[in-house]
């Protein structure tokens, strides 16, 4: 059984997104959200190192999943073959504990990529949180899609939906 969560497809999703970039401790990578033929979500980029940056990141205004009853979530993305993290975030503060798990992509090729909620990793800041809560996929608010890990230069990640399967 799966639900989809997150289509981009919809004419109202874009808007219910943010870019949230290394600007917030300094840094200065740049990146930004489209939607293409209304039909995928275009986050692409720069991600730059100086000032101790190194991330760019997109994720959805606080919102309700309904997560409960299901294992884990499929993706499908095409991106430039880079590594990139898709982050949970259980409460609708702006900070706060991620649950994060990280997928490959292949360059401009379409892929789904399946990643059960045991594979998220409780993170504080790019710091794993080794005493955090187990993720209470009932609590989930935020979806989000990042690029870090020293991965300098420029970034595209295309992503077409988000289902959670059981």
């Known amino acids: 059984m799966e ?5 981009f497809s919809s ?25 293409i033929d209304n039909k995928a979500a275009l986050f692409q980029g720069v991600v730059s190192l100086e000032h101790y940056g190194g991330f760019a990141s997109m994720r959805t205004l606080p919102r309700e999943f309904d ?5 884990g979530l499929i993706i499908r993305v095409k991106g430039d073959g880079k590594d990139y993290r898709l ?3 259980p409460d609708t503060s702006y900070e706060g504990i991620a649950y994060q798990a990280h997928f490959s992509t292949e360059q401009d ?4 990529a399946r990643l059960s909620f045991e594979a998220f990793t409780p993170v504080f800041r ?3 949180i ?8 009932t609590a989930v608010r ?3 899609f990042m690029i870090a890990d020293k991965q300098e230069g420029p970034f595209l990640l295309e992503i077409e939906w988000v289902k959670a399967y059981a």
Do not use: H
Request: proline content about 5%.
């Open 3 to 7: 639900k989809t969560i997150i289509d």
């Open 11 to 35: 004419p109202d999703e874009q808007n219910r997104w943010e870019i949230i970039n290394d600007a917030v401790m300094g840094g200065v990578s740049d990146s930004r959200i489209s939607v």
């Open 67 to 71: 997560l409960d009853g299901y294992m």
């Open 87 to 89: 982050r949970l975030r």
């Open 109 to 112: 090729k379409w892929t789904t």
């Open 126 to 128: 790019g710091r794993v």
């Open 130 to 137: 080794n005493d955090a809560p187990p993720l209470d996929i």
């Open 142 to 144: 935020r979806i989000g």
